[in-house]
């Protein structure tokens, strides 16, 4: 579970010796802690032609607490700047030796305005000038429109092409940089998101596309956006789903994890330490049931209905069952088929119908990059993580008549008992093929799910968002 | 341009060393050659509960002179091979050491019945029993419904599933052999897409996604589907385009070279042995012209126009100015986008405009996976790359009321001068991150090409074809 290679190149020590060998010394990332600021520094902003959400980022960049500046090509950006009353330098790029400009910690692009492919220049004048000026784990946010709301085929062309340019990115600025795409509709709120990506918490989410097509509102309070909610999280007991409970719950979730019998003692000190992290009178509760027993969902949908039902449903509870498919067994399929995907169906369902899950509640799934690009020797468990990720996209427009989002997190290689038991060989391609070069951690999958089931997470659905580190692997 | 290492490992002497040291050996990818025939051989069909394609899948199997054999859980077969008068045996796996069944050369389940996830164990016990069935350069195809079209969430999901299947299938079959899922529409034909996926036409597109949603009428030659077409093909004087240009002319198609004068000889080389391997009567022409210049579309489309007008156009141009984003110039920025990307947009423009390129025609754009997963280097290619696939999708439902269709191939690792003059640690990355475990030729990015540009491929639009032998490399 411990990256020893990691701390090693970061050691006093291990860095001299790593620089003089020329080894790759991978970034170590730095996450939120309760007693850092969340936010602060300067933001360079860049923009297209006619950008329409200078306001809005200018309003959250405000309200967090960092300064923006402008690079001279963001047309519209000092009268947008006088509007919110912010300081209004302009950017400069670091000339050759001298240091025109302090490190800035993030770069944020407005795109949205691009309506044909001859002005992606203004990106590459933008980030040709910027990243090197970019501070280590600091972030690239590239706002633009979903293709399939453009006017034109040049427009839409144009937003698709951001892709690449947000991906490269990712990929050529290392040192715990993240770079991600925002397709913000017209109408839809970018708060939420901009805040999720400008923060520590996304510190392994990199190369991800996020389509927001919905208003939303600001939760009361972003220090507990959660405030007042009610969450299940299944398979709560350890790794990736007792740290969605703990994140949960210090947003302000009460929180409900369930787990099976086996684990009950892990569960019960999971809940105990969570309710120590973030008291809530004993509100946040233990549930004991197996989710691929018949009479399990209408059994949770009965508990979580006499606490007066929830707002949160976070699907995490997963197996594998590992094998070539030639000497795979039927129960080995069948058993990861229905705990990984058909329980969620039941649970859902029992939930929806009987309206425990409450209107403008929120589903969160967890799928896996096996889902994505296959894996050898996991045909079910890949088949399942596939059909997650199918039944997010489907469901998404049925749950909209309830203002219910549902949405998928896809972890890539994330350091938990499990990936500490592979072989060594396959255990360091995984940590070192992303472009973080190492394992994410289970926070990182649940600072996103937090993100997801948040009150400005509203216009965000049908969504899968990757917790990679912007690994190499897909399709 | 060479592969050593696949050559040495399946040298007489060299499978030895291979073997004794335990060293990866990559199958030789049998490929379309005139002198064999095409297809030969049984096919093992699986089947989920009421298959839908039975009947089309017979049709096209009896067509190319393949034996079916169906799985014992295949219900419904033996009616359907009834109908068709085929051979119906059930196929047996082969158990320990007798050898109950010769090898087949593909592995075809029809999964369009599937509604739940439950019904997925019918791809375990058919791919249990068959896998270790399949012979080298096996093919293996599933057949599905697109999710978008499912009457229920369940069966949606259901139908998604099936990528995480296909793709771990790819993943774990190796020795060659190929896996591809079609979706396919109620109504839509599957005859092209099928052949195509069990061709050795083939050989380097694997874990693919293909949708299928409109009906289509059977060329009237199968050995010539293109006759009397006439196609255009950018970037026509080597490599990939020198491919395609000799491809399409192989399938009956009178083709126009297209490059620049600079490349002039290669040009008219190109275009002598393709008149010489595919005789046209001196009408395969070449045409000299620089996409980038503003005068170059309607110089294109008045050439074009003379002959007679077009039915396939290939946008193969495309030039890498490759530097990190820093390092790179402006003119570098804008000379790959202008190239790549808005040449495409102006002589499509002109094309249609003045319908040169006449209705029923094809628009294939050719992509890299440095579109989809972006890449270090190459933000300049990766958006323009990026682009293209935009394009594609954006443009296919406006071309519909003309019945053109336009897709997008996305090369992965192809052998060719380029990737030649690459440094050999990225040159074998390269070759290895794949199912194949090596890099692709420029005839299999052509025959894709060809198959997309058919006259069977009209319920092909706005899809994104890779030929990358499933790489490893996504997003």
Same mark, same amino acid.
């Given at each position: 579970?411990?990256?020893?290679?990691?701390?090693?190149?970061?050691?006093?020590?291990?860095?001299?010796?790593?620089?003089?060998?020329?080894?790759?010394?991978?970034?170590?990332?730095?996450?939120?802690?309760?007693?850092?600021?969340?936010?602060?520094?300067?933001?360079?902003?860049?923009?297209?032609?006619?950008?329409?959400?200078?306001?809005?980022? @200018? +309003?959250?960049? $405000?309200?967090? *607490?960092? !300064?923006?500046?402008?690079?001279?090509? /963001?047309? &519209?950006?000092?009268?947008? %700047?006088?509007?919110?009353?912010?300081?209004?330098?302009?950017?400069?790029?670091?000339?050759?030796?001298?240091?025109?400009?302090?490190?800035?910690?993030?770069?944020?692009?407005?795109?949205?305005?691009?309506?044909?492919?001859?002005?992606?220049?203004?990106?590459?004048?933008?980030?040709?000038?910027?990243?090197?000026?970019?501070?280590?784990?600091?972030?690239?946010?590239?706002?633009?429109?979903?293709?399939?709301?453009?006017?034109?085929?040049?427009?839409?062309?144009?937003?698709?092409?951001?892709?690449?340019?947000?991906?490269? @990115? +990712?990929?050529? $600025?290392?040192? *715990?940089? !993240?770079?991600?795409?925002?397709?913000? /509709?017209? &109408?839809?709120?970018?708060? %939420?998101?901009?805040?999720?990506?400008?923060?520590?918490?996304?510190?392994?989410?990199?190369?991800?596309?996020?389509?927001?097509?919905?208003?939303?509102?600001?939760?009361?309070?972003?220090?507990?956006?959660?405030?007042?909610?009610?969450?299940?999280?299944?398979?709560?007991?350890?790794?990736?789903?007792?740290?969605?409970?703990?994140?949960?719950?210090?947003?302000?979730?009460?929180?409900?994890?369930?787990?099976?019998?086996?684990?009950?003692?892990?569960?019960?000190?999971?809940?105990?330490?969570?309710?120590?992290?973030?008291?809530?009178?004993?509100?946040?509760?233990?549930?004991?049931?197996?989710?691929?027993?018949?009479? /399990?969902?209408?059994?949770?949908?009965? %508990?979580?209905?006499?606490?007066?039902?929830?707002?949160?449903?976070?699907?995490?509870?997963?197996?594998?069952?590992?094998?070539?498919?030639?000497?795979?067994?039927?129960?080995?399929?069948?058993?990861?088929?229905?705990?990984?995907?058909?329980?969620?169906?039941?649970?859902?369902?029992?939930?929806?119908?009987?309206?425990?899950?409450?209107?403008?509640?929120?589903?969160?799934?967890?799928?896996?990059?096996?889902?994505?690009?296959?894996?050898?020797?996991?045909?079910?468990?890949?088949?399942?993580?596939?059909?997650?990720?199918?039944?997010?996209?489907?469901?998404?427009?049925?749950?909209?008549?309830?203002?219910?989002?549902?949405?998928?997190?896809?972890?890539?290689?994330?350091?938990?008992?499990?990936?500490?038991?592979?072989?060594?060989?396959?255990?360091?391609?995984?940590?070192?093929?992303?472009?973080?070069?190492?394992?994410?951690?289970?926070?990182?999958?649940?600072?996103?799910?937090?993100?997801?089931?948040?009150?400005?997470?509203?216009?965000?659905?049908?969504?899968?968002?990757?917790?990679?580190?912007?690994?190499?692997?897909?399709?």
């Amino acid at each position: 579970m411990k990256d020893r290679y990691l701390d090693f190149v970061n050691s006093p020590f291990g860095t001299s010796i790593a620089r003089s060998l020329g080894l790759p010394r991978p970034e170590v990332l730095r996450r939120h802690r309760a007693d850092q600021a969340e936010f602060g520094g300067m933001a360079a902003i860049g923009a297209g032609p006619s950008p329409t959400l200078f306001d809005a980022l @200018l +309003g959250v960049l $405000a309200t967090i *607490g960092m !300064t923006g500046v402008a690079h001279e090509s /963001a047309y &519209g950006w000092l009268p947008a %700047a006088a509007r919110h009353g912010v300081m209004s330098g302009r950017f400069e790029p670091r000339s050759g030796d001298a240091h025109a400009v302090d490190r800035v910690q993030a770069l944020i692009f407005d795109a949205t305005g691009i309506e044909h492919s001859s002005q992606l220049h203004s990106l590459y004048a933008f980030f040709h000038d910027a990243l090197r000026s970019l501070a280590k784990n600091g972030r690239i946010v590239v706002i633009g429109r979903p293709p399939a709301t453009c006017a034109s085929v040049a427009a839409a062309t144009a937003q698709h092409a951001l892709e690449g340019m947000t991906r490269s @990115l +990712g990929k050529e $600025a290392r040192n *715990g940089i !993240t770079s991600n795409l925002l397709r913000v /509709a017209e &109408g839809a709120d970018i708060d %939420a998101a901009l805040r999720f990506f400008l923060s520590p918490r996304s510190a392994y989410v990199s190369g991800q596309v996020v389509t927001i097509d919905a208003p939303s509102t600001s939760p009361e309070s972003w220090t507990k956006p959660l405030a007042g909610r009610r969450a299940l999280v299944t398979g709560a007991a350890r790794g990736i789903g007792a740290a969605i409970s703990a994140v949960l719950a210090e947003h302000g979730a009460i929180v409900t994890g369930l787990d099976v019998e086996a684990v009950r003692g892990a569960l019960d000190q999971t809940m105990l330490a969570i309710e120590d992290a973030a008291p809530s009178a004993g509100a946040h509760a233990a549930l004991v049931a197996d989710i691929a027993a018949p009479e /399990a969902p209408s059994q949770i949908a009965a %508990a979580l209905a006499a606490s007066g039902g929830i707002d949160i449903v976070v699907h995490n509870a997963g197996i594998t069952r590992d094998k070539t498919i030639a000497r795979m067994s039927g129960e080995m399929w069948d058993s990861v088929i229905d705990v990984n995907l058909l329980a969620q169906e039941r649970i859902d369902e029992a939930l929806l119908e009987a309206h425990v899950l409450r209107d403008g509640g929120r589903i969160v799934a967890v799928s896996s990059i096996a889902g994505i690009a296959g894996n050898r020797g996991q045909t079910n468990y890949a088949t399942s993580k596939a059909g997650v990720i199918g039944r997010v996209r489907a469901m998404a427009p049925v749950l909209r008549a309830r203002g219910v989002t549902i949405n998928a997190v896809a972890p890539g290689f994330i350091e938990t008992h499990m990936t500490a038991r592979m072989p060594f060989g396959l255990r360091e391609a995984g940590r070192r093929l992303n472009s973080m070069g190492q394992g994410g951690l289970p926070v990182d999958v649940a600072e996103t799910v937090a993100w997801l089931a948040s009150p400005g997470s509203a216009g965000i659905t049908g969504n899968v968002v990757r917790v990679c580190g912007q690994s190499l692997i897909g399709a």
